[in-house]
C-alpha cells in the first residue's frame, strides 16, 4: 500500500467520481494514440536505405497479410496440405493395413496351434488387435503427412500471418488474437492447443481460447472426417477427383468449426466472460528457409509419435472394454453392447444418428480415433469375420446398417462439434485450476452438438 | 527520493532486444537475484560503478507495453510506479524502433527520469537503416544512447547518461502523448483534482487510468479496493522500507 494522506485520499475519491462521470475512451483510442506519437517519432529518426531483402519479405506480407488476398490464400494452402495428406495417406494406409491382416492371421493360427480358449482369441485378436491396428493403419500416414506440413508452415514463418489476418474476426468476437495460434495448434492437438493458451496474458480471453479450442477438429479426429468424407461425400469412390472433393469437404467442416469458434467465442464474451479484448503486440518475425530435416524429425518424434502412442495406449483397453461389452450376453440373450445401444437410440435417433454412433462417441471419450472402429465392433457383434479392410467395405457395412450421406454429415458435425477427450478435459483442468470450468468445457460443446444435430436433422431433406 | 548513494535504475524493454545482453554488459559478474519483497517474484538484479556512486541495476521482465495485461506487465510497471527507480533505462531495438517506442511512450508517462538504449545499431546498419539517436533524444526529451551491447559499444556513454539523469545533471522533459481532444478535456480536469498525488505519481498518468475505468490500479492507494480486483492480481507489497532488498 501506497500511504496517502487525508487531502491526497479525498482529491483521489473526488477524481474517481468524476471520472466515473465522464465518458470513458476505448481502449483502441488510447493505444493509437501512443502508436501513432511512437509513428511520428520513429519516422522522424529513422532513414531507411533500399535494400532488396526487406523489400522482398515487406513485399510477400503485403500480399499474405492483405484485407483481399489473406483469406483466399490461406484456404488455397489448407486445402493443399488436406489434399496431399488425403492422396498422400491412401497408399501407406492400404499397405498398412494389409501387412496388419497378414500379421492377424498369424497371430490367430498361433492362438488355434496353442489350443486357446475362444473368448481368448476374441478378447486379443479380435478386441485388442484389430482396434490397435485400425487405428494405426489409419491415423499414422496422414498424421506423418500432415504434422510436417503444418510443421513447415510454422518454420516458414505463416502461422504469425495466419494470427494476423484472423485478429480482426477474433476482435469482432471481442476475442484475442492469439487464440488464432492457439486454434492453429488444435488442428494438432487440442490438448497442446489448451496448453498453449497460456500465450494469452489476459485470464479472461485465456478461458475463451481454452474453451472453444475443441471447435477445430484435432488429429484424432482428422481421420474420421477424411475416412466418412472420402465414403459419403467425395463422389464415386475410385473417381479421379475424389481425392480433392474430399479435401473440399474436410475444409468445409474446418470452416464450420473455426466459424463455431467465433460464434461461440462471441456468444462467451457477452454472456459468461464479459470484457473488451486487450491490445497486443504480434511481432512477425521474418521468413526463413525451413530447416527440413528438423522440421521431419521434430514433427515426427515430437508430434506424430506423440499422439500415435497416445491413442495406441487407449486403443488397446477400450477395444479390450468393447469386445467384451459385445460379447457379454444379459439375461435375454442380447449383448451389454447393443443394450446399451437399445437404451441411447431414442434420443440418437432425434439427432439423426443410432445409439451405436452415439455410444461409440462416449467409449472413445479417452481418444477420438477409436470412434469409427467402436462404430463397426458394435454394428459387428458376434459377425467379427465380416470387419472391413477397405474404404468399400467399410462403405458397404455401414450402408448396411442404414447410413446415408446425411447421416456421414451428422456424424462428422457431432466429431466436430461434440466435447473434447479425456485427455484435453484433463488438461483443461490442470489449466484452468477449477472443476467448474472443466465442466463447461464438457457440457457447451457437447449441448452446441446435439443442438446443430437436432436442427439439421429436421431441416436436411434424407440425402 | 531515494539516498544517492544507493540510486536503483530500472532496465525495461521489449522481449528480444538484447535487454539481457545490457543487463550483462553493464554489470558484469556482480550480479544477484533477489524476491521484490512481498511480491513472488524474482528479479535479477546487479550493480556497477561509476563516479564513485554504486548503481543498482534491477532487470525487469521484456515486456511489450506497461498495460498490466499480464503478470509480467503488471511486475514491470509496478516497480516503475511504485519502487521509483532513480532511472529507468528502456532497451529498444533500433531495427525496429517504431514498435519498441510504444513501450518508452508508455515509461515516459510513469516517469521522465529515463534513459533510452538504442541496442543492435550494428543490425540496423546492416539492414540499412540510419538511426539518428540525436534526433530521437530531441524528440522524446530524455537521452537516447546508442549502443551494440554484445560487443560493448557505447556502455561508457550509456553509464555517464544514467549517472547524469540520476543526479539531475540532465533535466529530462519527456513530450507528453497527445491523445484524442475529448480525452484531453477529461484529462485536464481529472490531472488538476489529482494534484496533491504528485508526489507519490504522475497524476496525469492516474488520470488516464481512471479514465479507463481501470479500478485496480486504487488498491494500490485505497484500502477498501484491496479485494475488488480479481485473484490473479499480485498483493502489493508493503512501502514502509524503500531501500532495495538487494543490498540487505
Not at chain 1, 479417452?366 to 480415433?369: D, I, L, S
Given at each position: 500500500m501506497v500511504q496517502l494522506n487525508s487531502s491526497q485520499t479525498a482529491a483521489l475519491q473526488q477524481a474517481r467520481q468524476l471520472a466515473a462521470n465522464l465518458p470513458a475512451p476505448s481502449h483502441d483510442q488510447v493505444v493509437c494514440s501512443i502508436f501513432d506519437t511512437a509513428q511520428t517519432i520513429a519516422e522522424q529518426s529513422v532513414k531507411k536505405m533500399p535494400t532488396s531483402k526487406i523489400n522482398w519479405q515487406e513485399r510477400l506480407d503485403h500480399v499474405l497479410t492483405s484485407p483481399i488476398l489473406g483469406f483466399p490464400v490461406m484456404m488455397v494452402l489448407l486445402v493443399i496440405v488436406f489434399w496431399l495428406t488425403l492422396e498422400g495417406a491412401n497408399y501407406p494406409s492400404e499397405l498398412l493395413s494389409t501387412l496388419f491382416n497378414l500379421g492377424e492371421g498369424a497371430l490367430s493360427a498361433l492362438f488355434i496351434r496353442l489350443k486357446a480358449p475362444l473368448w481368448l482369441h476374441g478378447l486379443i485378436v479380435l478386441g485388442i488387435y484389430r482396434t490397435t491396428a485400425w487405428v494405426v493403419a489409419v491415423m499414422l500416414p496422414p498424421m506423418a503427412i500432415f504434422f510436417p506440413l503444418f510443421t513447415l508452415l510454422e518454420d516458414l514463418g505463416y502461422l504469425p500471418r495466419v494470427a494476423f489476418n484472423l485478429d480482426r474476426l477474433f476482435q469482432w468476437a471481442g476475442a484475442h488474437g492469439k487464440q488464432a495460434l492457439t486454434m492453429c495448434m488444435g488442428f494438432g492437438c487440442n490438448a497442446a492447443g489448451v496448453i498453449a493458451c497460456r500465450i494469452i496474458e489476459s485470464p479472461r480471453e485465456r478461458l475463451v481460447a481454452i474453451l472453444t479450442n475443441t471447435f477445430v477438429p484435432c488429429n484424432g479426429r482428422f481421420p474420421t472426417l477424411i475416412t466418412l468424407s472420402a465414403i459419403f461425400l467425395g463422389g464415386t469412390l475410385y473417381s479421379s477427383n475424389s481425392g480433392l472433393s474430399a479435401s473440399l469437404a474436410v475444409l468445409v467442416l474446418v470452416i464450420i468449426g473455426i466459424g463455431t469458434t467465433f460464434a461461440i467465442s462471441w456468444l462467451l464474451n457477452r454472456t459468461l466472460l464479459k470484457g473488451v479484448p486487450s491490445a497486443f503486440i504480434l511481432e512477425l518475425p521474418p521468413y526463413r528457409p525451413p530447416q527440413v530435416i528438423r522440421v521431419l524429425i521434430r514433427s515426427v518424434f515430437d508430434r506424430t509419435i506423440h499422439v500415435l502412442i497416445r491413442a495406441v495406449v487407449w486403443a488397446v483397453p477400450a477395444g479390450a472394454l468393447t469386445w467384451i461389452l459385445a460379447n457379454i450376453h444379459l439375461g435375454s440373450g442380447a449383448t451389454v453392447l447393443s443394450t446399451a445401444a437399445n437404451s441411447l437410440n431414442g434420443f440418437a435417433q432425434w439427432l439423426g444418428l443410432d445409439g451405436y454412433i452415439l455410444l461409440a462417441f462416449f467409449l472413445g471419450l479417452?481418444?477420438?480415433?477409436i470412434v469409427l472402429p467402436i462404430v463397426v465392433m458394435g454394428y459387428l457383434a458376434g459377425n467379427a469375420l465380416l470387419w472391413p479392410d477397405t474404404l468399400s467395405e467399410l462403405q458397404q457395412l455401414l450402408v448396411a446398417h442404414g447410413w446415408t450421406a446425411k447421416t456421414a454429415l451428422l456424424v462428422m458435425l457431432f466429431s466436430l462439434l461434440h466435447f473434447p477427450c479425456s485427455t484435453t478435459l484433463w488438461t483443461i483442468k490442470k489449466e484452468t485450476g477449477s472443476t467448474l470450468w472443466t465442466a463447461v468445457a464438457f457440457l457447451l460443446p457437447l449441448m452446441i452438438a446435439c443442438t446443430v444435430l437436432f436442427i439439421l436433422n429436421i431441416l436436411l431433406p434424407s440425402l | 527520493m531515494n539516498n544517492l548513494k544507493h540510486p536503483i535504475v530500472a532496465l525495461s524493454g521489449n522481449p528480444n532486444t538484447g535487454k539481457s545482453t545490457v543487463f550483462n554488459a553493464l554489470t558484469g559478474l556482480n550480479q544477484h537475484t533477489g524476491n521484490w519483497?512481498?511480491?513472488t517474484v524474482t528479479l535479477a538484479a546487479g550493480t556497477f560503478a561509476w563516479q564513485n556512486t554504486t548503481f543498482t541495476v534491477v532487470d525487469l521482465p521484456g515486456t511489450y507495453s506497461l498495460f498490466a495485461n499480464s503478470p509480467d506487465e503488471e511486475v514491470a510497471r509496478d516497480f516503475i510506479l511504485f519502487e521509483l527507480p532513480d532511472v529507468t533505462v528502456v532497451v529498444v531495438d533500433a531495427t525496429c524502433l517504431e514498435r519498441n517506442l510504444n513501450l518508452v511512450l508508455q515509461v515516459l508517462e510513469i516517469t521522465p527520469k529515463t534513459v533510452v538504449c538504442v541496442n543492435l545499431m550494428d543490425e540496423a546498419q546492416r539492414q540499412g537503416l540510419v538511426v539518428d539517436t540525436d534526433k530521437l533524444a530531441t524528440e522524446l526529451g530524455v537521452p537516447a544512447i546508442p549502443c551494440v551491447a554484445r560487443s560493448g559499444k557505447g556502455l561508457a556513454a550509456l553509464k555517464k547518461a544514467i549517472f547524469n539523469v540520476a543526479t539531475g545533471r540532465i533535466a529530462t522533459s519527456p513530450r507528453p502523448i497527445r491523445y484524442d481532444p475529448n480525452i484531453e478535456i477529461a484529462l485536464a480536469v481529472l490531472t488538476k483534482e489529482l494534484s496533491p498525488l504528485a508526489p507519490l505519481l504522475s497524476p496525469r498518468w492516474l488520470a488516464l487510468r481512471l479514465l479507463e475505468q481501470d479500478?485496480?490500479?486504487l488498491q494500490h492507494f485505497l484500502p477498501e479496493d484491496k479485494t475488488s480486483t480479481s485473484s490473479l492480481v499480485m498483493q502489493h507489497p508493503s512501502t514502509t522500507k524503500k531501500v532495495a532488498p538487494w543490498f540487505s
Open positions: 479417452p481418444a477420438n480415433e | 519483497p512481498g511480491k479500478e485496480s490500479i
